[in-house]
Nanobody, 121 residues
């Protein structure tokens, strides 16, 4: 079982930056595909970014502004969010699966509790 805990959310003005962190409990965490998803108010959960052992992949809406990375300890994943826009406002979720290159929420087995990111105009 993998437990995920997000941190780093909050309120920021448009054009600003935030860095989200996701701490995982499992020591073989680096074997997992990790993803960030978000759920805007009144909308469905959507893919944001994914990192495997060898590459990263982003939704078109965040490409060039957001960066997903792993920490040196390998049990933490980050989402650096720059040039934030009001439409980035959402609850952000960290997710994990054993392996593979998926973007659909249903393909991920483990989820964090979610953290609010609000971007004011």
């Amino acid at each position: 079982q993998v437990q995920l805990v997000e941190s780093g959310g909050g309120l920021v003005q448009a054009g600003g930056s935030l860095k989200l962190s996701c701490a995982a409990s499992k020591y073989t965490f680096n074997l997992y595909t990790m993803g960030w998803f978000r759920q805007p108010p009144g909308k469905e959960r959507e893919f944001v970014a994914r990192i495997t052992s060898s590459n990263t992949y982003y939704a078109e809406s965040v490409k060039g502004r957001f960066t997903i990375s792993r920490g040196n300890a390998k049990n933490t994943v980050y989402l650096q969010m720059n040039s934030l826009k009001p439409e980035d406002t959402a609850v952000y979720y960290c997710a994990a699966r054993r392996s593979g290159v998926y973007t659909a929420p249903i393909e991920f087995d483990y989820w964090g509790q979610g953290i609010q990111v609000t971007v004011s105009s």
